[in-house]
T-cell receptor, first 113, second 114 residues
Framework: GESVGLHLPTLSVQEGDNSIINCAYSNSASDYFIWYKQESGKGPQFIIDIRSNMDKRQGQRVTVLLNKTVKHLSLQIAATQPGDSAVYFCAERTETGGFKTIFGAGTRLFVKA | NAGVTQTPKFQVLKTGQSMTLQCAQDMNHEYMSWYRQDPGMGLRLIHYSVGAGITDQGEVPNGYNVSRSTTEDFPLRLLSAAPSQTSVYFC?????????????FGEGSRLTVL
């Protein structure tokens, strides 16, 4: 696949450990904050989102935390598996003014067996 | 259910040539958008559309044109290709406001401009 993520920050975790991926966002007016996973050679895949009026949302093995005070978003992956190895992107979506979704810098997650 | 379909998957152009990247979705999504992704970079928004007949510029619109004549299709046109437009292009669509923040992506179109 294409060389996605060669120069991105990297997080390396042991299989079975929990992973925390962080993201700083810029637009206080964003309505949704979203996490995407991108595997090599594929398009980004939705993981979980959180509305701006929430602080925490849980999914299957994933939790997203939103701290609007410091404009910080995090993705927690429980019991990380080798299949979780990918590049993870945070994104913010604004519904007023046209539903734009702007992506932040990604983080490459390596899961060691 | 095909989702978001992009064609072609691979294309090589010479500087100055023009081409159109096609994008079609069968989910009746109002919102469609185009991103480019360079190696080691995130996705940058080129153009987007909130419905048929409505388009707007994203973060990096220069050198690209779009149109939205139907809900299903959102083609991206390169009028005069430049080497700086070598990239992987992704089309994405989503529901309208209030339901979810999720974008549904195509598999990408890899463009090389010589």
């Amino acid at each position: 696949g294409e060389s996605v993520g060669l120069h991105l920050p990297t997080l390396s975790v042991q299989e079975g450990d929990n992973s925390i991926i962080n993201c700083a966002y810029s637009n206080s007016a964003s309505d949704y904050f979203i996490w995407y996973k991108q595997e090599s050679g594929k398009g980004p895949q939705f993981i979980i989102d959180i509305r701006s009026n929430m602080d925490k949302r849980q999914g299957q093995r994933v939790t997203v935390l939103l701290n609007k005070t410091v404009k910080h978003l995090s993705l927690q992956i429980a019991a990380t598996q080798p299949g979780d190895s990918a590049v993870y992107f945070c994104a913010e979506r604004t519904e007023t003014g046209g539903f734009k979704t702007i992506f932040g810098a990604g983080t490459r997650l390596f899961v060691k067996a | 259910n095909a989702g978001v379909t992009q064609t072609p998957k691979f294309q090589v152009l010479k500087t100055g040539q023009s081409m159109t990247l096609q994008c079609a979705q069968d989910m009746n999504h109002e919102y469609m958008s185009w991103y480019r992704q360079d190696p080691g970079m995130g996705l940058r928004l080129i153009h987007y559309s909130v419905g048929a007949g409505i388009t707007d510029q994203g973060e990096v619109p220069n050198g690209y044109n779009v149109s939205r004549s139907t809900t299903e299709d959102f083609p991206l046109r390169l009028l005069s290709a430049a080497p700086s437009q070598t990239s992987v292009y992704f089309c994405a669509s989503s529901y309208d406001r209030g339901r979810t923040g999720e974008l549904f992506f195509g598999e990408g179109s890899r463009l090389t401009v010589l």
